[in-house]
């Protein structure tokens, strides 16, 4: 079945180092691909999105591409701040016609200054 | 504001009590589910709805129920509750039941303890 793979956390990193937060997939057909964001005691925000292979979705300085030949959306910024700190989590949709998400097990960020 | 609510934000239930999660969207999403997350594992879901009167079990529905009588609202009952139940459990919708392509609307959550 369809399943989504992140690299293990906690991340921690000093202000302004880049980042990269691995995600791999396994799907049948085509899927979209999600990052999702988690900030300390509040639900999961889209983060960023791509539909199509070598798509590339962008948002508040994170950047993933969708890699078909990979089968990976990794997720990058070239200069985190400590409002960065938070659980990042990486999706892809389910397919079968309906809109179903299924969810990495979550990357946690830590950024210190 | 529009979005996802859901009520209550935390819940401290005992063994074998029963007790229902609101959820409610204002934006006229067709799909809504249910997840629940626990450490390491990431979000489950539960239970999904394509539309009003139809429901369908995700990976974990054993111990729920729902139902789905309006566009807006999606409550998840849980019958007898037991410890294995204890987790936040996130309410999300989605404007289109047959695209992939759009991101989920999630609530804030509610924490669920159960001893």
């Known amino acids: 079945g369809n399943s989504v793979t992140q690299m293990e956390g906690p991340v921690t990193l000093s202000e302004e180092a880049f980042l990269t937060i691995n995600c791999t997939y396994t799907a049948t057909g085509y899927p979209s691909l999600f990052w999702y964001v988690q900030y300390p005691g509040e639900g999961l925000q889209l983060l960023l999105k791509?539909?199509?292979?070598?798509d590339k979705g962008s948002n508040k300085g994170f950047e993933a591409t969708y890699r078909k030949e990979t089968t990976s959306f990794h997720l990058e910024k070239g200069s985190v701040q400590v409002s960065d700190s938070a659980v990042y989590f990486c999706?892809?949709?389910?397919?079968?016609?309906?809109?179903?998400?299924?969810f990495g097990a979550g990357t946690r960020l830590a950024v210190h200054p | 504001n529009a979005g996802v609510t859901q009520t209550p934000k935390f819940q401290v239930l005992k063994t074998g009590q029963s007790m229902t999660l609101q959820c409610a969207q204002d934006m006229n999403h067709e799909y809504m589910s249910w997840y629940r997350q626990d450490p390491g594992m990431g979000l489950r879901l539960i239970h999904y709805?394509?539309?009003?009167?139809?429901?369908d079990q995700g990976e974990v529905p054993n111990g729920y129920n729902v139902s789905r009588s309006t566009t807006e609202d999606f409550p998840l009952r849980l019958l007898s509750a037991a410890p294995s139940q204890t987790s936040v459990y996130f309410c999300?919708?989605?404007?289109?039941?047959?695209?992939?392509?759009?991101?989920?609307?999630f609530g804030s959550g509610t924490r669920l303890t159960v001893v």
């Open positions: 709805s394509v539309g009003a009167g139809i429901t």
């Open positions: 999706a892809l949709s389910g397919g079968g016609g309906y809109n179903k998400l299924i």
């Open positions: 999300a919708s989605s404007p289109m039941r047959t695209s992939g392509s759009y991101g989920y609307t």
């Open positions: 791509a539909t199509k292979a070598d």
